[in-house]
């Protein structure tokens, strides 16, 4: 079995993967553990800023993994279930939390 190598020809691509659907999945983890600790929303609470900070570190993350993707359609395609998953997921602990 050979192993792709590695490249930076669609760097265009996985960065704004890495933007687009990386915000979006940053903000979903801040919401899905947002609704699991049951936060308030003030910004005032020490909870509030601990998933502010939580935000920012996940899209740093996100936008350092991006580039590790074989192809710009791949970083996309995960990055995009992965945040449509998370908010599908926030979606049914806010259902049925209420």
Known sequence: MTRARLDNR???AKLSAGIVP???L???VMAVV???CHTT???MTLSAQFLMWLAGL???VVLSV????RS???AWAVLGAGSVALWLLFVILKIVAS
Not at 66 to 69: G, I, K, N, T
């Open 41 to 43: 929303g003030s910004p």
């Open 34 to 36: 947002g609704a699991l």
């Open 26 to 28: 940053a903000l979903a």
């Open 58 to 60: 996940v899209w740093v």
């Open 66 to 69: 991006c580039f590790l993707f």
């Open 22 to 24: 990386g915000c979006a």
């Open 72 to 74: 710009g359609a791949r």
């Open 10 to 12: 669609q760097w265009v």
